[in-house]
């Protein structure tokens, strides 16, 4: 079993920044690829971003392509997202997320989930 425990959010004025961290404990060799996902009221849950085990493959939406930025520190078991020149169609809950294999894109390919912080970004 893993647990994922987020944190950062908040709140912040549209073209502010944001930095996500999700700490990872437990059964952390099980993982190898860790993503962020979003997801705003009435909306689907979505990938954001995620990132291989050595961080050598990345997934962006496009929705957050050249203002997120995915990484992690496996000596840390930590994930971390930086989110720069944010818009208020970034506001949501964002989760934290875990799997082994290979970078998946849909919420019922990962395992194992955090709780959730929320963005909210003010217009």
């Known amino acids: 079993q893993v647990q994922l425990v987020e944190s950062g959010g908040g709140l912040v004025q549209a073209g502010g920044s944001l930095r996500l961290s999700c700490a990872a404990s437990?059964?952390?060799?099980?993982?190898?690829?860790m993503g962020w996902f979003r997801q705003a009221p009435g909306e689907e849950r979505e990938l954001a971003a995620a990132?291989?085990?050595?961080?050598?493959?990345?997934y962006y939406a496009d929705s957050v392509k050249g203002r997120f930025t995915i990484s992690r520190d496996n000596g840390k078991n930590t994930v971390y997202l930086q989110m720069n020149s944010l818009k208020p169609e970034d506001t949501a809950i964002y989760y934290c997320?875990?799997?082994?294999?290979?970078?998946?894109?849909?919420?019922?390919?990962?395992?194992?989930w955090g709780q959730g912080t929320q963005v909210t970004v003010l217009e």
């Open positions: 990132i291989s085990w050595r961080g050598v493959h990345t």
């Open positions: 437990g059964r952390t060799d099980d993982i190898y690829v």
């Open positions: 997320a875990a799997r082994p294999g290979s970078v998946a894109v849909t919420a019922a390919d990962f395992g194992s």
